[in-house]
């Protein structure tokens, strides 16, 4: 018998003693596969070991000594080695038992704890409609909410509920498929009922004849951040995001680029700096240009939140109601205006391709983006001048 090998007995393993380092195993002769586990600081566990489907050596805590007796351990190693001989994952049910109660408000902030690189604005937004749509939820255990609460819910909702719903998906899912402390994603039941509302998509941009009104009131804003910041997204048709988040290392004037990171498509994104709009974003930085991201802010992450008085503003000077994504249907409608092919206008817009079989197979090359972004920029300059000006005057403010 090996010096680690021994009969347990709650005598035994009481006397036993704390190695100076590590921890050391000893194995008990009474039940094969039991171990005893005891640590520099004086811990004595109780684990079963196994070899999993591969070969891997799988450890199983069952509990700590005293709480758990001699007997007690050899009992739940026979049932452990029983659930394992049956198909049963010990150490995926311990797990879901110990996330089998948890609540709607835990399982929160459990998903924004696991997606550590989510931005403020996505946690800020499922954190809003998660307390507004299911206040009433936020201390029930997730696995109490059935199938026909969820569609009572949604009935209930006057506004925004499938947007609420949504998020509740996703924490779902996440329960899920991930967690796996829950059988089946009871919001599924919308989509087995086709209860999703048809998604209506918005055709609101700025018309080329409103486009001088609005690119002057842009110019004329004092906001020099909020100025750039929509100079950017009419002439990139990047989302709101992408440019908020900008840092002046990803911004090459020599080349007249700059990356977008991790993007919507998980991706780093390449974009162009048209001549119109390079004074602009070069008189920023002598303003921003000491800071880590080109628009800093007061937010969590550091950067600013969208300019809503700017805009306020902007769409009261011109005329033109507007959003951030406004802009991103602005410049798509333009590319089409001056003839840019469908295939290229979805790369500049760092829309996906590949499920496109024709798209999958056209990789634009820098040149061709690049010539095609100030093919916008020039289509814009020329909405926005008058016969006598080459460019609107640049004016630099002081904020």
Known sequence: MAA???????????????????????YDTGCPKLTCRVSTTGNKSFVVLKKNEVGKVQRITLGRFPDITVSQARKLTIDTLSDIASGIDPIKEKRKQKYLAITLKELLNIYLEDKSDLREASITDYTKKINQGFSGWLDKPINKITRDMVKAKRNSFTGGRDNKMRVLRLLMTYAHKTLKVIDENPVDILTEG???????????????????????????????????????????????????YLTWKDINFKSDSFIARDTKNHTDFTAYIAPQIKPYLRNLQTVTGKNKFVFPGETKDGVMGIPRKPITQ???????????????????????????????????????????????????????????????????????????????????GAK
């Not at 798509?332 to 798209?359: C, Q, R």
Request: charged share 25%; glycine share 4%; aromatic share 8%.
């Open 194 to 244: 086709k209860l999703w509302a048809k998604s209506t998509r918005r055709a609101r941009m700025i018309p080329s004849d409103s486009l001088k009104d609005w690119y002057q009131a842009v110019l004329d804003l004092d906001n020099e951040k909020a100025k750039v910041y929509l100079l950017l997204l009419i002439h990139t048709g990047l989302r709101d995001q992408d440019v908020r």
């Open 4 to 26: 680690n090998e021994i009969n347990f007995t709650q005598q035994r393993i009481g006397s036993l003693t704390s190695p100076e380092e590590g921890r050391t195993d000893y």
């Open 314 to 396: 902007v769409c009261k000077q011109s005329g033109v109601e507007f959003s951030s994504h406004d802009l991103k249907r602005t410049f798509l409608t333009i590319g089409e205006a001056t003839m840019i092919p469908f295939s290229l206008l979805k790369a500049l817009a760092n829309h996906k391709t590949n499920n496109d079989v024709t798209g999958g197979y056209i990789n634009p090359e820098t040149k061709t983006l690049k010539s095609a972004t100030f093919k916008i920029a020039e289509y814009i300059q020329q909405h926005t001048t008058t016969e006598d000006q080459n460019i609107v005057n640049l004016k630099i």
